[in-house]
């Protein structure tokens, strides 16, 4: 099956710091890519959803200048926390679809982040 | 109102018990359901899709209430390696937008 990873699983940072994280689409061209965030005991929560060769769409309450989403191909999206704080510590995940109305969604392993 | 309501449990049951839980969604546009599970700290994996008519799979079956709008879960002879989070997915005809439940934890315990 469709496969997508997410790397770096796991990240511990000074508080300031910017994290990048990626998820590629290892087998299919994913045209649209959207970012999660899970705190504990809590639901996922979208993001932004990104289209490739386009601005990334933003959920309401979440701050694009912060949580930069780059989809510069059709196998690799970014997500770069800028100037990072305790408070954005948390679970981030990716999910990539085929195209933009198929419902199958592929997630990556997510991304642990904790700010010192 | 959240899109999507979920009972949060947590449910704890013993092994080879039947477990039931609810999913209720407020848009009336939603036009596909699942079912997915996740696990502590992992990534959701899809569980079903839910039908129309009902589905099962194995020891689990989904069920639709358009009218009430809602969806279930039901789990037959409960396996420890039941325990997880269920998470409800609904996908809206209008955008292709999906929203997630918060989850329903369920622990089997032996």
């Known amino acids: 099956g469709a496969v997508v990873s997410q790397h770096p699983s796991r990240v511990i940072c000074k508080s300031g710091t910017s994290v990048k994280i990626e998820c590629r689409s290892l087998?299919?061209?994913?045209?649209?890519m959207f970012w999660y965030r899970q705190f504990p005991k809590q639901s996922l929560m979208l993001m932004a959803t990104?289209?490739?060769?386009?601005?990334?769409?933003?959920e309401q309450g979440v701050e694009k200048d912060k949580f930069l989403i780059n989809h510069a191909s059709l196998t690799l999206s970014t997500l770069t926390v800028t100037s990072a704080h305790p408070e954005d510590s948390s679970f981030y995940i990716c999910?990539?679809?085929?195209?933009?109305?198929?419902?199958?969604?592929?997630f990556g392993s997510g991304t642990q982040l904790s700010v010192l | 109102r959240k899109e999507v309501e979920q009972d949060p449990g947590p449910f704890n049951v013993p092994e080879g018990a039947t477990v039931a839980f609810n999913c209720t969604y407020s848009?009336?546009?939603?036009?596909?359901f699942f079912w997915y599970r996740q696990d502590c700290r992992k990534e959701p994996k899809l569980l079903m899709s839910?039908?129309?008519s009902g589905n099962e799979d194995g020891r689990f079956t989904a069920q639709l209430n358009r009218a009430s709008q809602y969806i279930s879960l039901l789990i037959r002879d409960s396996k420890l390696s039941d325990s997880a989070t269920y998470l409800c997915?609904?996908?809206?005809?209008?955008?292709?937008?999906?929203?997630f439940g918060a989850g329903t934890t369920v622990t089997v315990r032996a």
């Open positions: 848009n009336s546009a939603s036009q596909s």
């Open positions: 990104s289209n490739e060769g386009s601005k990334a769409t933003y």
């Open positions: 839910v039908y129309s």
């Open positions: 997915v609904v996908i809206s005809a209008n955008d292709y937008k999906l929203s």
């Open positions: 999910s990539a679809r085929q195209t933009a109305t198929n419902e199958k969604l592929f």
């Open positions: 087998d299919f061209q994913a045209t649209t």
